[in-house]
């Protein structure tokens, strides 16, 4: 009885600091992805806002480029505040990330457009887009680092919370987006509106900061914590790396191609804007809802048996639903067939961080987690909305990024093969 009395005060107290780190984890991330979706989003009236040319479809790519250019930064902010964090602490790493996100919202919310000061206008997105990058850069491996080390037997689950507030974020920017355009006329939309989601992102900016900097450090960056965490990466964890990235590349792939799928819509397929965001809101919804469950599963199942069979679904489906949206041009077609990829990719990357992290030992983790994440997210991510507007523009075919997606799914599912065999991950 006394044993029992004397150990319920320290577990109540870890299952309070476990929802304390979830939720700065989840707030802060789910800010600092806001404002990466939301500018996807946004694309085409920062084209038309910040970039010169009459040509409409030139913007929106020259949008998209810049989107994808500001990936390349991320694996340096990666090897940077991963390292940090390894070092430092993950607490002090989030901390830092959620300042300097702020700083890249604030420059979009604020700058002026072309017509008012020239070259300077697509100056500024690229530099607000590169602090963001170099933020989002160490943001995967701190926070996923910071949230699995709570409990080694509920990985799957702390873990699946780093993707639902990715899901959360797509869910409010799809929501701005479909608001403001539903609420809006186009002239306003293209001149002020589209600047909104961005304030909103400062406002909400300092409550992440108060969580994060008062929350308890994970205990594991405590106790162990590298000489140089960078050195030790390249030196000994090039496995580690191919497998954690290899395993995000589908899961990356088909993030971005959810998120320029409205867009496509509207450009491509004469659907309503509203209506095409609307679709992506409904996925959202999955996408934040169902990874904590299938995380959670994935912790008495297996996470690469569940993996494996999303992966292999998300392959042979989605051109024959690429086929399926051009061919009926409706909100419904379209809803349906985004939620479908919406669900397979929830029960893919619900268990993932807890399978990319374990594929590092604790003391360099977030360094390698932040690389292998944000090179994977850069050649697979970043320009995605690019590739599949340039394949579109190429080969005249609406369905051709649906292969380019289906090959993804392949790599992915060599990775997972190896995370089994070569690491035992389970």
């Known amino acids: 009885m006394l044993s029992a009395k004397n150990s319920s005060p320290a577990t109540a107290r870890s299952g309070v600091g476990t929802r304390r780190a979830v939720v700065a984890a989840v707030i802060g991330n789910a800010l600092e992805w806001f404002d990466i979706a ?32 500001t990936f390349l930064i991320r694996p340096l902010g990666g090897l940077i505040l991963g390292s940090y964090a ?3 602490g993950r607490r002090r790493a989030l901390v830092l990330t959620i300042r300097l ?6 420059l979009l919310a604020v700058l002026p457009g072309y017509d008012t000061i020239g070259v300077f206008a697509p100056l500024g997105v690229i530099v607000a887009r590169l602090v963001q990058g170099f933020a989002a850069g160490g943001e995967f491996g701190a926070a996923t680092s910071f949230l699995i080390e709570r409990d ?18 797509t869910l409010l920017s799809a929501a701005f987006a479909a608001g403001l355009t539903a609420l809006l006329p186009a002239a306003e939309m293209a001149s002020w509106g589209w600047r909104v989601p961005f ?9 992440g900061y108060y969580l994060r900097k008062h929350v308890d450090e994970s205990p594991r960056a405590e106790a162990d914590r590298p000489e140089s965490a960078v050195r030790e990466v390249f030196r000994d964890q090039w496995g580690g790396l191919l497998i954690a990235g290899g395993a995000l590349v589908v899961s990356t792939a088909l993030n971005f191609i959810l998120q320029s799928l409205p867009a496509f819509a509207i450009k491509n397929l004469g659907l309503d804007a509203s209506a095409s965001f609307t679709a992506l809101l409904i996925t959202s919804v999955l996408l934040t809802l169902v990874p904590p469950l299938a995380g959670m599963l994935s912790d008495r199942v297996g996470r690469i048996r ?6 292999v679904l998300i392959g042979i489906s989605v051109v024959p639903l690429y086929l399926w949206v051009t061919s009926a041009r409706s909100f419904a077609v379209l809803a349906v067939a ?6 397979l990719k929830a029960v893919y990357f619900g268990p993932l961080p807890a399978v990319m992290a374990d594929a590092f ?9 932040a690389f292998s994440y944000n090179v994977s997210v850069g050649l697979f991510g970043g320009f995605t909305p690019t590739i599949a507007t340039a394949l579109v523009t190429a080969t005249g075919s609406p369905v051709s990024p649906g292969y380019y997606l289906a090959a993804t799914a392949m790599v992915s599912l060599a990775a997972l093969f190896a995370a089994h065999r070569r690491r035992g991950i389970r």
């Open 306 to 311: 569940m993996m494996s069979g999303a992966a």
């Open 338 to 343: 985004m939620a479908a990829l919406g669900l």
């Open 101 to 106: 996100m702020v700083l890249g919202t604030f």
């Open 38 to 69: 939301i500018y996807a989003l946004m694309a085409s009236y920062i084209g038309k806002a910040f970039f010169p040319g009459d040509n409409p479809g030139i913007q929106l790519v020259e949008a998209y480029a810049v989107f994808g250019i």
């Open 86 to 88: 390894d070092r430092r």
């Open 361 to 369: 030992p604790a003391k360099t983790r977030a360094t390698g987690l």
């Open 152 to 169: 080694d037997r509920r990985k799957g689950f702390l873990g699946s919370f780093q993707f639902a507030s990715q899901g959360f974020a």
């Open 199 to 207: 304030v909103f992102g400062l406002l909400v900016g300092p409550a």
